[in-house]
């Protein structure tokens, strides 16, 4: 092949990988896993959780499934996801597995962790039937269960050996998953009491350097305390842009802000799917959406002069909440 002819077939190769990379439907940027590296998506499924991890092997787990009706499957595929290693399902409210059905007849799951606390609800007792039904490995790993997947480990931080409380938040599966010298805070919606016994079980394991704010940036879910423990330069907060229950509370927004020159923020109401990419040294940060009004307090939200993060909201959410 002459210089001019290779030239033209690199050109035409540059243009499909392009292609290839953006979504045509949507007009929206895919930033595609990248071999070698681990590829971490908080993926924007409105009021829930669910984060997409792509193993430097190109395998994938999956924490948290968002809601009934989040577009969770439509999001996996899209990212090129064909079958998942490891499902891990952090506790049995809706926000967290609504969608894990679809998920479990859409991909092959070779393996589901559970907290182990049962929930009464339709939403949970169809999981665990089509888990079973479809012959995945179950499990409900307890703090200090380790596991490897190629060179990217996971560790059970929590729940610890017996539930602390009849809290579904509190028995949220912690997570830290380490990739060479960067490690990753994977939290559910564990609530202060958690934090608490896990600070006290070995507060060194919390170290993290991008930690997912628990509960959603609910005031019961991070504090001083909690970011003094992680210490991390980034934080992901997930939660849908106007949910009624006002998540992130002002409180966590104006901890991050008082800390912006250490802690980089991103918030999928504001950015949508949140990409963090590691090479096991660094880590790059990119998002849907640009925060075009910022990502902190507006001066009438920090005034006060509106109505605020729902102290309502969030007694409902710490009985029953999501
Ligand atoms: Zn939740």
Redesign the pocket.
């Known amino acids: 092949m002459n210089k001019k002819s290779r030239g033209f077939l690199i050109a035409v190769l540059a243009v499909i990988v392009l292609a290839l990379s953006s979504c045509s439907s949507c007009g929206r940027r895919v930033t595609p896993p990248q071999a070698g590296k681990l590829t971490i998506r908080f993926l924007d499924v409105g ?3 669910s984060e997409l991890i792509q193993l430097p092997n190109g395998h994938a787990i999956l924490i ?1 499934s968002g809601d009934r009706g989040a577009p969770t499957v439509g999001l996996l595929r899209r990212y090129g996801v064909g079958a998942v290693d490891l499902v891990v399902a ?2 049995p ?1 809706s ?2 597995i609504g969608e894990m059905r679809d998920v479990l007849r859409e991909f092959r799951v070779a393996e589901f962790w559970d907290s182990g606390f049962v929930n009464s609800t339709r939403t949970y007792t169809d999981m665990l039937q089509e888990i079973k039904a479809r012959g995945v490995l179950l499990q409900s790993p307890k703090r200090g269960v380790t596991r490897t997947f190629g060179d990217v480990s996971l560790e059970v931080l929590n729940p610890g050996p017996a539930f602390i409380d009849d809290s579904p ?1 509190n028995a949220s599966l912690v997570v830290l998953m380490t990739y060479g010298a960067k490690r990753f805070l994977f939290t ?2 564990a609530e202060l009491d958690a934090w608490s016994e896990m600070v006290t079980a070995d507060a060194g394991k919390l170290r993290a350097d991008l930690l997912k704010a628990a ?2 940036g609910s005031s019961n879910g991070s504090s001083a305390d909690i970011l003094d423990a992680v210490r991390p330069s980034i934080v992901t907060i997930s939660c849908a842009a106007g949910n009624d229950y006002h998540y992130p509370h002002p409180r966590v927004v104006r901890l991050l802000d008082q800390r912006r020159n250490a802690i980089a923020l991103y918030r999928t109401d504001i950015e949508g799917t949140i990409t963090a990419v590691c090479d096991g040294n660094t880590i790059e940060m990119s998002s849907e959406k640009q925060a075009a009004g910022g990502l902190y307090l507006t001066g009438d939200q920090a005034a006060g002069n509106v109505p605020d993060a729902g102290r309502k909201g969030e007694r409902r ?1 710490s009985r029953r ?2």
């Open positions: 009021q829930g959780d948290d952090t506790h409210h926000d967290h938040n559910g919606d509960h959603h959410s909440s999501r």
